[in-house]
Every structure is written in structure tokens, then in C-alpha cells.
């Protein structure tokens, strides 16, 4: 009898198997069973046409209705109507008439492709299909592969949903009895199905609603295996040993507690606290800090950073780009003062030395900077990937920061830890406000805390948007709105999708073709291009301002340049890419104009309306698009206007989002195991097995009574691994 680890050849046969594998890596009956069906079809039922929505990968039981061969533009094209009773769609065939012989009125079908739409009607172009066999023996036929509910499977050209679904039966059928690795407690605990009842149920289930908790079940499964390696890995932090960071004389963090303008907001102090208690342990810290773009997580870094000096250790800040990293250093050395000035005249009695290292140092600079590193002259050291060049290394190393985590793997933060002689506290930054089960899911192994609030006396960003379908004539009144910003002293960004546009533009005909086959356009329409726009604005509506532009094909050295200029207020209006979206700060800048802002996502457009109502005027954010009035587009952007909770958009963004991108590259691989769980939807699911695992692991820590349930988390671990090193 075969057993989950069975390779899939000795079951369906060679051809077969080798097509699941090369189609979806599937080489056993575990990843198999693991395949699991979209949704289900009622046989007997004939699908609602009338719900189909453009764009959805669909797959439909349906009578055909009319079948016409016809030629065109040299190729013969056969259209196939097919209906359920009272709404139809057609699918086309090109230069495939030998078809028209099975595609005969009257006969009953599974159709399956992406629904696309052709001058205005709804049609699959070359659907995969399966006729249903004429005759009374339809309902043995049908029921030779499933019983009532068909299950619609993921599938290829090659391999057609209705061939999975014989492949699972093959599969099922030879299975023996499947040891659980769920011990029971949990399952009576939940009332959920044994493992080979959850598999037979989900992919043949008897009714919806054993189906149903089938899903449950195995989506518990995943959500658990994966707190249980969360866990763990937590735990085995806490085993790490490291130096204690607790000052013995707080003199740097008193000094610069002194010096501060402003007092810290309530967040602030908890989260300097539970900072410097997770210093004082001999483990190192691993904790996330989250908070809105000025919510002051840069000046709670930069305590804990002194406080590590304080303790004669050192710290590096990593930035994801070179303009951040700059940033950064012109912020902390200014709120330093003399404090970063150790070992120059300016020096006074308490100080360190702090130093930029990014990439287009000189290599005499950068060699000079190694060494005051390798001797921990210096104490706070800010760059970019520089910082994790193999020249580096570091007398005591004791902190890192990441800010930006979303910017970087985990390998390098990983890389920057390892120059630490014993492992480093470390501390990730991210303004992007990730929705709780998220954070519990991705950042499962570090300790989170966010700060909530803004500082008082931060003034409010207002936000419209300028639907310039309806309303052309706001747009003049935009660039008004502009030159009265500049003329009263502040600055304004003016942000565009694109560099320039392509040249080539795309004949009619060329787009009804791409229609037809269902290719992407995107790629090939016009979008408000920086190198475009710049020109056209000075010449016109924003003539006699001093503009400047900003993007990512420029030299680091004239982005620098033009940050710098527009730092000072040379600049009056910066025209960017996103290439500002993370970071940059210049208080006196209060306006933004977003153009084609329907081409940006929801966090996205909120980061970088971030960079304005950064000092003391208020800031206001303009958002223009020509998507039509009750788009999604228009919708998505109606409600950034309508709200300034970080958390609030983050969900709206990833409820539109593919699960892969929520959760980055470090879970999004071909063989990921999170093939049911979905974050947001499943977030009671997440906190049982978070609650679950928890309580396993407390009394049986590396799961030595569960050996079935450690050898699935392990393999998971080895998956991981792999993934890992796939990427390095
Ligand atoms: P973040 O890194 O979260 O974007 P920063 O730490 O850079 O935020 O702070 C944003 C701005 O607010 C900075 O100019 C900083 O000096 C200021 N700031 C930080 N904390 C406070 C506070 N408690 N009160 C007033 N201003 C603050
Ligand atoms: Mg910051």
C-alpha cells in the first residue's frame, strides 16, 4: 500500500506524473493531497453565467448553444456559444476548426480559462474543456472521476482540472491508513476531521460542508506548523548568548535627553523601556518597531544605539538606499551636536563618532572608515549594503538597526549580524503598519511594539482627489494651488509613475489583437512621465518656479545633489519618481501632487504623502487620475483620501493584493507551504495555532512526545532552508 511519501509514478503512470511534475513540482502523494480545488461545480447544475467576472480564471459547466466557423484576416476562427439557460458566453478557437466536430449544440461541457471581454462581450479565447459523454450514462461517466460536487482544480493546458481530479482519486484510492500528526486533543478540541478525512473531504467531499471543514483543518495545519517553527526559532533566540548592554553610566543618553527639543510622546517612553530591558538581557533583542512615517521611531533608535556606546559597544543603523543613509546621518549628527564630534576640537567631555559608509565613498574613505570601525573609534556607523561589504568589521559590535525592514531579506540583515562577534541586539524599523496576523505570521520570531501616536503639534495631512475625466479645470486650479505653496515659502513634490514614456505607441489594431489573446497592455499605455512633465510644467502653468527633477536612472551623485539643493530650498518644486517614497524629510515642503495616482498602491500613495505636513504648515495632497468615476481605481483612491489610519489602509491594500506579496519573498516560494491560509481572512485561525503552539511547546519544547508533528515542522524547516539558499 502506498503511504504520503509514495512517488506519484507508481501510481498515475509515468506520462502523467512527469506532467504534474514539471506543471506544479508535485512528485508525491503528499504534495498531491496538497493540490487543493479552487472551488467545487454541482454537477447537474449548469454554472451562472450572468456572476462571470472579467479577468477571473474560471472554470464553468454549461450546454453549447450555436456553433460558427468563420474566417478573418486569413485564419479560421471558430466561435462557440455556450449558455445556462439564460445567459451565454462565447469561446473562440483559432485555426483549430477540427474542433467544430466535438463542439456540437446540445452538448454539456466543463469550460475552463480567464474570462476576458471583446468589444463589450464577456469570452474565454482558447478555454481548456471537457465534454461531458452523450447519453444516459452522463452521470456515470462523471461520476467515475468525483461525485457531486467537481472539484475545480489549479490546471494547465496540459493539465486540465478534470485531469487532477482522476489523478487524486488514483491517489486516494491506493492510500492505507494515514497517521495523524495532529494529536487528538486538538482535533476533538476543534472538532476537526482526521487527517485522511480531511483529504477525502476536500477533494471528494460528500457535501459542502464537510468540504468546508476539511479546509479548515488542513489551513489550521499550515497556520500551526508555521507558529510551531515561529515559536521554536523565538525560543532558540532566547538560548543565544550576548553581552548585556545596560550602561553603567548613562552619560550619552543623558546628554542627549537633555538636548532634545521636545519631550517623548507616551509610546515613545514604553517603547525606550522595553528597549532597554531587552538590552539588559544576555540574549539578544529581536524586536520589530513599527509606526506611522514621523511617528519618532528614528529618535528612539538612536537612544537605543547611545545606549549600546554608553555601554562601550557599538551600532550600526542600515538604510535601504542612499538617500535614506544620508539622511539619516545629516538628521542624527544635527540632533547630536557636539555630541558626535569625539576626538575633533569641538569635542566636549561625552561623545562619540558617528560615520557614513555607503557605496560611493572613495575607496581611501571607506578604508579609513574600516579602521576606525575594526579599533570602535567609532560608535554609531549609519550606511547602506556598504555596511555589509566584506572590508567591514567591528570592534564590539553591539546593536543593529534595519530600517525599512521591507527593503531588505533576511539575509541581509542576517549578513550584517554576523560581523558582530557574538550575536548582535537587533532592531527593525518599518513605517509600512503591517495588520496584527500579518506581523504574527512574517515577523512570528520577533517581538513587536508600535508606536501609535504622532507627536504633538504634528500638523494634519488633507488629501483630494482630482478626477480629471469630470473635472479637467481642477487641474488648473492644482498648479495654482501650487505656485500660492511656493509663494508663500514652502515646497512642493510633484510625483509621476513613469521616467519618460516608451516611444513605440501601439496601433488599434495592434491593441484589439493583444485584447483578443488576453495580453497585458499595461506596459504599453501613456502614463505622466517625470522627464515629460518637467518640461511642459516650466514652460507653462509653473513658468518662473526653480523646478528640479528626481529619479532612479540618475547618478547617486546628482540625486544627491538635488536632495541636498532642495533640502536648503533651493528647489522649489522637486518633480519625482517613488524614488521619495520612503524616508526623505523636509519640513518645509507641504504640498504634493500625485499624477496617475490610480497606478499607485494604497500604502504607497500613503507613504509618500507622508513627505509632506512634516513641519509646521499644514500639508496637503493632491491626488489626480483619469480613472473613471466609481472605478475600483476611483474607489481605492476616495478612500486614501478619506483617511489618515496607517493600519486601516494597510488592510484595504492587502485585501487587494496576491498573498504571496503580503508576505514577501521569504514565504512565496513554489513549494511554499501556506497554500490555504490567508491572512487577513484567517486571523482567528492564526491566533488558535499561535495559542496552540504556544501551549505544545511549553511542556514539550522541541516536540519530543509529537515525533509525526516534529518531523512536519522539520521538514518545514528544511524548506526553508532550501529557499534560502536558493536565494544566496
Ligand atoms: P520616523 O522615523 O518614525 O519617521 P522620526 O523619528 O524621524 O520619525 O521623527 C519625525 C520628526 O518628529 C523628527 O523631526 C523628530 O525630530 C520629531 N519628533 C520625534 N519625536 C518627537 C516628539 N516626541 N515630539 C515632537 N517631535 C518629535
Ligand atoms: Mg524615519
Known amino acids: 500500500m502506498a503511504t504520503l511519501s509514495t512517488r506519484l509514478t507508481n501510481i498515475v503512470g509515468d506520462r502523467t506524473a512527469q506532467v504534474l511534475e514539471k506543471s506544479f513540482g508535485i512528485t508525491t502523494i503528499n504534495e498531491l493531497l496538497r493540490h487543493y480545488p479552487r472551488r467545487y461545480v454541482v454537477r447537474g447544475e449548469l454554472t451562472d453565467i450572468s456572476t462571470l467576472v472579467a479577468d477571473d480564471e474560471v472554470t464553468i459547466l454549461a450546454e453549447i448553444e450555436a456553433v460558427k466557423l468563420r474566417r478573418a484576416n486569413g485564419k479560421n476562427i471558430l466561435e462557440v456559444v455556450v449558455t445556462d439557460g439564460s445567459a451565454n458566453l462565447s469561446l473562440t478557437f483559432f485555426n483549430q476548426a477540427w474542433r467544430e466536430k466535438d463542439l456540437r449544440s446540445g452538448r454539456v461541457g466543463l469550460f475552463a480559462g480567464k474570462v476576458g471581454v471583446f468589444k463589450g462581450r464577456r469570452q474565454l479565447a482558447h478555454p ?43 491517489a486516494i484510492d491506493s492510500l492505507d491508513e494515514l497517521p495523524d500528526y495532529l494529536p487528538s486533543q486538538i482535533t476533538e478540541q476543534f472538532r476537526y476531521p482526521s487527517l485522511k478525512k480531511a483529504f477525502l473531504d476536500i477533494h471528494q467531499p460528500p457535501d459542502l460542508d464537510s468540504a468546508e471543514n476539511a479546509r479548515q483543518r488542513l489551513t489550521f495545519d499550515e497556520a500551526l506548523l508555521l507558529q510551531l517553527l515561529l515559536v521554536q526559532r523565538r525560543a532558540e533566540i532566547t538560548k543565544l548568548s550576548t553581552k548585556s548592554r545596560t550602561p553603567n553610566t548613562p552619560k550619552l543618553v543623558a546628554a ?18 522595553q528597549i532597554e530591558k531587552d538590552l539588559s538581557n544576555k540574549y539578544p533583542m529581536h524586536r520589530l518597531l513599527q509606526g506611522e512615517v514621523g511617528s519618532g521611531k ?9 545606549s549600546v556606546v554608553d555601554s562601550s559597544g557599538q551600532a550600526a543603523l542600515l538604510a535601504p538606499t542612499e538617500v535614506l543613509a544620508q539622511q539619516h546621518y545629516r538628521t542624527i549628527t544635527k540632533i547630536l551636536g557636539e555630541l558626535a564630534q569625539a576626538g575633533t576640537l569641538q569635542a566636549g ?9 555607503t557605496g560611493s565613498l572613495s575607496a581611501a574613505e571607506k578604508k579609513e572608515i574600516h579602521a576606525k570601525l575594526a579599533t570602535g573609534q567609532t560608535g554609531i556607523v549609519i550606511g547602506t549594503h556598504a555596511l555589509i561589504s566584506d572590508g567591514v568589521g567591528f570592534d564590539d559590535l553591539g ?73 479637467p479645470h481642477f487641474l488648473d486650479r492644482a498648479w495654482q494651488r501650487v505656485k500660492e505653496e511656493v509663494a508663500e515659502g514652502h515646497q512642493v513634490y510633484i510625483v509621476a509613475p513613469r521616467i519618460a514614456n516608451p516611444n513605440k505607441k501601439l496601433t488599434e489594431r495592434e491593441i484589439a489583437a493583444a ?83 490610480d497606478r499607485f498602491g494604497v500604502s504607497q500613495l500613503h507613504q509618500l504623502r507622508g513627505r509632506v505636513g512634516r513641519g509646521s504648515a499644514p500639508g496637503l495632497c493632491l491626488l489626480v487620475s483619469s480613472a473613471q468615476e466609481d472605478s475600483p481605481a476611483m474607489q481605492r483612491l476616495n478612500s486614501v483620501a478619506a483617511t489618515l489610519d496607517g493600519f486601516e489602509l494597510a488592510r484595504i491594500d492587502l485585501e487587494q493584493r496576491k498573498e504571496g506579496d503580503v508576505l514577501g519573498r521569504s514565504q512565496s516560494g513554489g513549494k511554499s507551504h501556506l497554500r490555504l491560509l490567508r491572512v487577513l481572512r484567517d486571523e482567528s485561525l492564526i491566533d488558535q495555532a499561535r495559542e496552540v503552539a504556544v501551549k505544545i511547546l511549553k511542556t514539550d519544547p522541541d516536540l519530543s512526545n509529537l515525533p509525526e508533528l516534529n518531523s512536519e515542522v522539520e521538514k518545514l524547516k528544511l524548506d526553508e532552508a532550501a529557499r534560502f539558499m536558493d536565494k544566496s
Open 399 to 471: 546593536l543593529v538597526v534595519v530600517d525599512e525592514q521591507h527593503r531588505f531579506g533576511v539575509e541581509q540583515r542576517d549578513a550584517l549580524r554576523m560581523k558582530a562577534k557574538q550575536p548582535p541586539h537587533l532592531l527593525v524599523m518599518t513605517a509600512t503598519p503591517i495588520p496584527r496576523t500579518v506581523a504574527m505570521t512574517v515577523f512570528g520570531d520577533l517581538d513587536i511594539s508600535t508606536l501609535k501616536e504622532l507627536p504633538s503639534g504634528r500638523v494634519a495631512i488633507t488629501t483630494h482627489v482630482i478626477p480629471v475625466l469630470e473635472k
Open 128 to 170: 481548456d474543456y471537457q465534454l461531458i459523454p452523450d447519453g444516459d450514462d452522463v452521470d456515470a461517466a462523471v461520476a467515475e472521476f468525483a461525485g457531486k460536487y467537481l472539484p475545480v482544480y489549479p490546471a494547465t493546458g496540459k493539465l486540465p482540472s478534470w485531469k487532477i481530479m482522476q489523478c487524486m482519486k488514483l
Open 256 to 273: 542627549f535627553e537633555k538636548k532634545l527639543p521636545f519631550k517623548y510622546t507616551a509610546g515613545q517612553i514604553e517603547v525606550n523601556s
Open 515 to 597: 485584447l483578443l489573446l488576453g495580453e497585458e497592455l499595461l506596459d504599453n499605455e501613456e502614463m505622466v512621465a517625470v522627464e515629460e512633465l518637467a518640461p511642459q510644467l516650466s514652460s507653462a502653468a509653473l513658468s518662473g518656479l526653480k523646478i528640479a527633477v528626481l529619479h532612479g536612472k540618475q547618478s547617486s551623485e546628482t540625486k544627491d545633489q538635488t536632495m541636498a539643493a532642495f533640502a536648503a530650498g533651493q528647489i522649489q518644486v522637486l518633480i519625482a519618481t517613488t524614488v521619495i517614497e520612503v524616508g526623505v524629510d523636509v519640513p518645509n515642503a507641504s504640498m504634493m501632487v500625485i499624477m496617475d495616482a
Open 298 to 306: 528614528t529618535v528612539v533608535a538612536l537612544r537605543a544605539m547611545l
Open 349 to 357: 567631555e561625552i561623545g562619540t563618532q558617528v560615520e557614513l559608509l
